[in-house]
């Protein structure tokens, strides 16, 4: 079983960037987490990707076909506008977790929309990097369910 987990932009801030809402820990901390828990869920191979632009996760959906069996995204800005992004993952047909750091369900009017949302699964939120790791498990049972 193969993971690709997808940060959108800003994300590679983490430990700089508002620290009150989205911690201390750093990207780096976020990919361990990534590898640490993909590997005691039950994945042979997780890869974590960032990118600030939206045509290149959109590209990195593309290519997950075929490569990997499910995704783990956290789109970032681009949750509450990206149409492209909701297509790529439809288009893909890769079951999907959505996952924030924040609850983004207590923040701003704008934070309320999730394009993403729609293509995925289940949606994690307000668990700080640890919800890349619970989003992980709950992909990692789906997947063994699905067999
Ligand atoms: C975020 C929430 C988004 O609203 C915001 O734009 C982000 C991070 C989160 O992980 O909590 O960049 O996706």
Redesign the pocket.
């Known amino acids: 079983m193969k993971a690709l987990v997808i940060n959108?932009?800003?994300?590679n801030m983490l430990g700089q960037r508002e620290p009150d809402?989205?911690g201390r820990r750093t990207y780096d901390d976020l990919v361990e987490i990534c590898h640490e828990a993909g590997a005691r869920v039950g994945f042979d191979e997780v890869v974590v990707f960032q990118s600030n632009h939206e045509g290149d996760i959109v590209d990195a959906i593309q290519n997950a076909w075929g490569t990997f069996d499910g995704i783990v995204i956290?789109?970032?800005?681009y949750?509450?506008t990206s149409v492209a992004i909701l297509d790529a993952l439809k288009a893909v047909g890769l079951p999907a977790i959505e996952?924030?750091?924040?609850?983004?369900e207590q923040?701003e009017e704008f934070?309320q929309v999730s394009y993403a949302r729609m293509a995925c699964l289940a949606t994690i939120?307000g668990e700080g990097l640890d919800g890349y790791a619970h989003a992980l498990d709950v992909l990692a049972k789906h997947l063994k369910d699905a067999k």
């Open positions: 959108g932009p800003n994300l809402i989205y956290n789109p970032a800005a949750t509450h996952v924030h750091i924040s609850a983004v923040r934070r939120t």
